[in-house]
Nanobody, 123 residues
Framework: QMHLTESGGGLVQPGGSLNLSCAGS????????LGWFRQAPGSERELVAS????????FYSGSVRGRFTISRDNAKNMAYLVMTNLKSEETAIYYC????????????????WGQGTQVTVSS
């Protein structure tokens, strides 16, 4: 059972940036597609970005494309989400998760989840 741990959340002003990290607990990390999800109170969980195990293919939701960048370093069992020009409506808990394949897979197909990190965008 692989464990995922997110870090890097916090309070940022609108227009600001945050860098999130996701640490995998073992070397199987590199086998999985990694996704970043977010969930705001009263809202459904939303896939923000995902990256294939090779790191060569990525997916971004339309709302974040051009502002967020997903990456990974399999040698370190790490994934990252760089978020720029943040908006207040992007306040949410951000989760990283791992699945066996598709970049666009829904959350229910992800096998492993982190505990989440809170991102608050507010002035």
């Amino acid at each position: 059972q692989m464990h995922l741990t997110e870090s890097g959340g916090g309070l940022v002003q609108p227009g600001g940036s945050l860098n999130l990290s996701c640490a995998g607990s073992d070397g199987t990390f590199g086998r999985y597609t990694l996704g970043w999800f977010r969930q705001a109170p009263g809202s459904e969980r939303e896939l923000v970005a995902s990256i294939k195990s090779s790191g060569l293919s990525r997916f971004y939701s339309g709302s974040v494309r051009g502002r967020f960048t997903i990456s990974r370093d399999n040698a370190k069992n790490m994934a990252y989400l760089v978020m720029t020009n943040l908006k207040s409506e992007e306040t949410a808990i951000y989760y990283c998760a791992a699945n066996d394949g598709d970049l666009r897979a829904p959350g229910r197909e992800y096998k492993f989840w982190g505990q989440g990190t809170q991102v608050t965008v507010s002035s």
